[in-house]
């Protein structure tokens, strides 16, 4: 595949097949993210693999509660006011939230140095440049993955999931969490959310100032 057919390709998939991604596999996929813009240049990225579906579930414990208490909450909440693509995706994605995670037989967790500001409480939007670089990273992996055949879900952890995740494995000080990434392949029946489709034209705005 070409670049732009991987962008095409690429799609959350939630349900996963029994099949094992090898290690080979999986470190051509990681190294993707090293490739990644950074904003000190530096790359201190750090990916704990878990396999084995006890240690995944003892890693994503809080995930079904918390699923249920508060995304689910809000989704029916708002289920009369979102846009319709919108709610057809959460309505696939939300029961499946551990399933996915251990389905995959392969949980991802990406770590990153934030230096400088506490995460949840910055001074300013250039003290989220770690962030958005570790989010720049996991976008890489999720196209290397694709062109690698490969499927990913990922979840964006909630409520107590960053601190018991840390916690759990000893996560250094001054490194963060990103999310639960899924990686595996697609099970044969898996359910391929509708694409909002989007006319780039009306989203690119020229000499507005």
Known sequence: MDFYQVLEKRRTIRDFSDKKVTDEVLE????????????????????????????????????????????????????????????????????????????????????????DFPLCQSADQSSLNYFASAWAAVENILLAATAEGLACAFRIPIGNEPEYVKHLVNAPDGYEFTCFLAIGYAAENAHICKQKEIRVGDRIHRNVW
Request: aromatic share 6%.
């Open 28 to 115: 051509k996929v990681l190294s993707a993210a090293f490739k990644a813009p950074t904003n000190d240049h530096l790359r201190q990225f750090e990916f704990i693999v878990v396999r084995g579906q006890e240690n995944i579930a003892r890693l994503i414990s809080p995930v079904a509660e918390n699923t249920k208490n508060i995304q689910q909450t809000g989704l029916d909440a708002a289920a009369g006011v979102m846009d319709k693509d919108e709610h057809a995706m959460f309505v696939d994605a939300l029961p499946k939230q551990q399933r996915m995670l251990m389905q995959s037989n392969c949980l991802i967790l990406p770590f990153f140095r934030q230096k």
